[in-house]
């Protein structure tokens, strides 16, 4: 960058959570989950500040612990099964505006169930929105396994209609290649300008730019299926730390 953009990380880390209890500080691969997206939004040469948002005191100590700022507790009606990303980063910014005066020019939401994220994609997609500002976000995203022109609902009657209607006669009957390119968003990094989020009340607003990730690299933690794939792919070599780009002696050095 020319100049140093103020762009803010957000790691959102509740401490409930149903699928997998206490995930976001409990161990993988000898560190605490939210560990690894500290350490990615740290090293990523495009970010100014790393924030962990959580409603939680044992999460707030391990977030300080390995090098994130936790200003503030979030309130708990901001932490609740269904509160969606919205308001946990209305909070987040206005919190800092009214008791920091700090304000980000650009928003980095890196999900702690993104574990092997890759720095580069950080940098990426935030070198993206700098360089088309006439957009209101980026968002990373894969060619998903299963094409939504072959996916089906089924009719209070009983039969099967096609989810989505396209003009291509018998589309769910065509050959995959055939089909229009689609892609599934993939939450390994969300970046937004913050006045898409402060003036236009969105996590995204309307003009989104694809960051294109291969599918091989997605991995969201949110079963034990998940955690114990994802382990394996470091415990293998699949995933290396330079493929994460970030030195564990560095970030990850802490006896935890």
């Known amino acids: 960058m020319e100049h140093q953009t103020e762009v803010l990380a957000v790691i959102p880390a509740r401490g409930g959570s149903k699928s997998i209890p206490r995930k976001n500080i409990r161990p993988f691969?000898?560190?605490?989950?939210?560990?690894?997206?500290?350490?990615?939004?740290?090293?990523?040469?495009?970010?100014?500040?790393?924030?962990?948002?959580?409603?939680?005191?044992?999460?707030?100590?391990?977030?300080?612990?390995?090098?994130?700022?936790?200003?503030?507790?979030?309130?708990?009606?901001?932490?609740?099964?269904?509160t969606p990303d919205l308001p946990?980063?209305?909070?987040?910014?206005?919190?800092?505006?009214?008791?920091?005066?700090y304000h980000a020019?650009?928003?980095?939401q890196l999900r702690p169930t993104s574990p092997l994220r890759k720095v580069e994609h950080i940098d990426q997609a935030v070198y993206k929105l700098l360089l088309q500002p006439e957009a209101d976000s980026v968002r990373t995203v894969i060619e998903p396994f299963q094409n939504p022109f072959k996916m089906w609902r089924i009719d209070p009657d009983g039969f099967l209609r096609p989810l989505l209607e396209i003009d291509l006669p018998e589309a769910y009957n065509l050959p995959r290649q055939a089909l229009p390119t689609v892609y599934w968003?993939?939450?390994y990094v969300d970046v937004a300008w913050s006045d898409t989020i402060l003036e236009k009340h969105s996590m995204t607003g309307d003009r989104i730019l694809p960051l294109v990730m291969p599918a091989s690299e997605w991995v969201d933690i949110d079963s034990e299926a998940d955690w114990q794939?994802?382990?394996?792919?470091?415990?293998?070599g699949e995933i290396t730390w330079d493929d994460l780009g970030f030195e564990p002696d560095r970030y990850l050095h802490l006896n935890w």
């Open 229 to 236: 794939r994802a382990e394996r792919l470091l415990e293998s």
């Open 88 to 101: 946990v980063f209305l909070h987040t910014l206005q919190w800092l505006a009214e008791h920091e005066g």
């Open 29 to 82: 691969y000898g560190h605490p989950l939210i560990a690894y997206s500290i350490a990615a939004g740290l090293a990523a040469e495009t970010v100014t500040r790393v924030i962990v948002s959580t409603d939680d005191e044992e999460i707030a100590a391990v977030a300080r612990q390995y090098g994130a700022e936790v200003p503030f507790l979030r309130p708990a009606e901001y932490a609740q099964d269904d």
């Open 185 to 187: 968003q993939t939450g």
């Open 105 to 108: 020019q650009i928003v980095v």
